[in-house]
């Protein structure tokens, strides 16, 4: 069986495409919260289960489908517009290392800053260039694309997401958001 009709890869593609296609078209509602919620979500389960696959020998693809900065900035501040004063989320360091944990368990965190926006954009950044690549259906790139995206995800994206659901969740299920799901309403009564 090829990697492109590998039921696996074609489960990725789908819930890539549909996080691509949300973030594409934000828009300042509860409901396109939820709806990435759910995509982000599902393209982080469906990423664990991607194939191992080998990388080939060479860069095939070089970077002709990566998106640059400016049009990295364009997604983020699009993104930012949507989620207007809920972009923002504080966190708290976590510890990666537990055996490696030198403050006593009760001493206290710090906490910081997480940008929702730059989170959803950076996953973007990581699954967009590998779906222009395997919609441009060389096969013989399939095992870099599938490599990237794996790669990617335990290193870079998967970080974001997991971030990026834990801000949503709050943002879709707490109380942070007006419950007529019309942001500009909400700002507009509150001037």
Not at 34 to 53: G, I, K, W, Y
Not at 120 to 142: N, T, V
């Amino acid at each position: 069986m090829s990697l492109r009709n590998n039921r696996r890869v074609v489960h990725f593609v789908e819930c890539a495409r549909a996080y691509v296609a949300l973030i594409d078209n934000p828009k300042p509602q509860k409901q396109w919260a939820a709806d990435v919620l759910l995509e982000v979500s599902a393209a982080f389960a469906a990423a664990q289960r991607l194939p191992n696959a080998v990388l080939p020998d060479g860069d095939l693809l070089g970077d002709e489908f990566d998106l640059d900065h400016d049009q990295w900035a364009r997604i983020f501040a699009s993104i930012g517009r949507a989620l207007t004063e809920h972009e923002s989320y504080r966190c708290f360091f976590e510890v990666i290392e537990p055996a490696q944990l030198v403050d006593p368990p009760n001493s206290q965190q710090e906490s910081m800053l997480g940008s929702l926006n730059d989170d959803l954009a950076d996953i973007y950044r990581d699954l967009a260039p590998g779906l222009k690549a395997f919609h441009a259906r060389r096969d013989e790139w399939l095992p870099e694309i599938i490599f990237e995206w794996r790669l990617l995800m335990e290193s870079h994206w998967g970080h974001h997401a997991t971030n990026a659901m834990r801000a949503l969740h709050e943002l879709v299920h707490g109380d942070r958001w007006p419950d007529d799901d019309s942001i500009d309403e909400y700002l507009s009564s509150r001037i």
